[in-house]
């Protein structure tokens, strides 16, 4: 039987899986003693997609009022481009991370320049949901 059609569960489908008796792990962590010793919401994180990711920020943002941009091509910008730009009575600079994402080349150097011009730049993973929401109020 088949309950989800998407490869990939997404983290609002997770708890359904469980349910079912299905340990929905990602890709080579179901047998990991890593994954076995993880609550239901880290496994829930974990799972999480950087664009599913992206969508629950940019949702929570225009929920606060906040305009927001980003560019679906970044292989046009500079190196180190953040994600999204967020724009409301201040600007908001922010690089989203899955659980386990890494920096790639260019994003440390560009964090410090926005800092070093005044601005506020943030580094979000999943686990960062209620930071998203204080900053975003």
Known sequence: MTV???PAPTAEQ???LWALGTDPAPTGMA???????????????YAMSEA????????????????WWRDNMSTRNRRGMTDLILF???????????E???????QPEFAARVIRAGGKH???????KAEVLEVLR
């Open 4 to 6: 989800f059609a998407s």
């Open 14 to 16: 997770i708890p359904y």
């Open 31 to 45: 047998s990991g003693p890593r994954w076995q010793q993880m609550t239901s919401t880290e496994k829930a994180l």
């Open 52 to 67: 599913e990711w992206q969508e629950q920020v940019i949702a929570l943002a225009e929920h606060f009022g906040w305009w």
């Open 88 to 98: 409301r009575d201040r600007i908001i600079w922010a690089e989203l991370k899955k």
């Open 100 to 106: 386990t994402g890494k920096s790639r080349p260019g």
């Open 122 to 128: 943030y580094i979000w993973r999943p686990r960062h």
